[in-house]
């Protein structure tokens, strides 16, 4: 049964069974909590085959997973080593454009989170409206507009999932931003705010001026709703754009997924020599101050009831060994 964007007749009680479900799913196939957790948008899913020691799961052998359909988009879930730092890739996404309930969209990478993965990367593809944001230019998020007419967080509620009311002043970590910038091979990363519409169609020209006096510079179908639902269980976000074409009315072309699929290929090396400078970085970055957080796993400590849950915002300390421990772990 589909329900809509707005549906609240769905308990958060069920949601939180599937993402204990899920979770337990994937420890029985070897997932664990990682370090970092990257999201790949369409066309970017080759960074994950850099992975060492790499784990790959079909995401739809995780039965609560929603199906992944999009082209373009692996549809794995691969866990690896980059170095000394336990990377999750989701390689695909569902999006709210394929009918996806907010909650469904999110459940992958709440999974990942309450597995107690602390860091999570999450990338797209976007048109660019401001000048500067040519095809083939990467550009961090600092912000976005949430244009989709939804949240993941309508509905009903549970505290294990983050507050009610979380404060989006700091959405994508400005600290990961810093890390990001040092690492950038060319010195040429943008910085802008991501807009989110709906989709599935492009935009129309007018539209895309309405984004511009918004205060939006790249626009896309994606990251929203899971930099929302991470946010606001304590997780730490960061966001990249690859800019694979100029906005409707930018341009003589108009937008297409083709063009779209053809230049992320393109950007796509310059992407991965970025992460992975960036990934063992970003992973290491500390946050004594955070209100809410992921719960945590000990690396290899027994299994209790009570650790199937996300950690509450009462809980602010880390586990030793984390990577907000500062800790490093051997190899398994
Ligand atoms: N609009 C919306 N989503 C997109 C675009 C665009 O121009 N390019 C890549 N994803």
Redesign the pocket.
Known sequence: MRESAFGTDRSIQEEIELLRSAERGLRNRGIEQADIAVVLG?GLKDFAAGLEEAIELPLHSIQEFPKVRVRGQGGMLVQGWLGETLVHCLTGRVHLYEGYHPWEVVRAVHSLAMLGTPNFFLT?????IREDLMPGSLMLLTDHLNLAATNPLVGSHNESLGPRFPALNEVYDPRGRKVLRSCDPGHGLREGVYAQ?L?PS??TPAE?RMVRTLGGD?????TVPEAIALHAMGCRVFGLSV??????GLSVEA?S?Q??LDETIRAAERFEVLLNRAIPELAMIRDPVKKTRAKRTKAKGPKKASRKTPQKASQKTPPKGSAKDGGKRSKR
């Open positions: 369409s797209n593809a976007a048109g660019g519409l989709g492009y935009e895309i790249a626009v896309g179908m994606s800019i694979t074409n100029r906005a409707a937008p997924h063009e779209v």
